[in-house]
């Protein structure tokens, strides 16, 4: 399983980024996914996840509204199209493998990570 995150970069706030994360060995299409973050000093937290189909996806209440995910599984590729970027925001961006088909809301029962993309939302 390889996930190579890419997009990350300085924004302003306010601001727009749009993650990618490219996916290979296994079966994409088959398993549900979703990006993480962690800030400096501070414990990896969910912000969002997608099922297999992308029919249905789950956000973080600090993302809701500003944040969406979403999948191309013709270009096994996830994406998270970020809006409105506060500083809060500024962290290393993750995106992961689900165990199952079906994501939850609690950000649980992922098994693979990819290196991360840093975001910094500063003026």
């Known amino acids: 399983v390889q996930l190579v995150e890419s997009g990350g970069g300085l924004a302003q706030p306010g601001g727009s980024l749009r993650l990618s994360c490219a996916a290979s060995g296994f079966s994409f299409s088959s398993y549900g996914m979703g990006w993480f973050r962690q800030a400096s000093g501070k414990e990896r937290e969910f912000v969002a996840g997608i099922n297999w189909s992308g029919a249905g996806t789950y956000s973080a209440n600090s993302v809701k509204g500003r944040f969406t995910i979403s999948r191309d599984n013709a270009k096994n590729t996830l994406y998270l199209q970020m809006t409105n970027l506060k500083p809060e925001d500024t962290a290393l961006y993750y995106c992961?493998?689900?165990?199952?088909?079906?994501?939850?809301?609690?950000?649980?029962?992922?098994?693979?990570w990819g290196q991360g993309t840093q975001v910094t939302v500063s003026s």
């Open positions: 992961a493998k689900s165990l199952y088909k079906m994501v939850g809301r609690t950000g649980t029962g992922y098994d693979y």
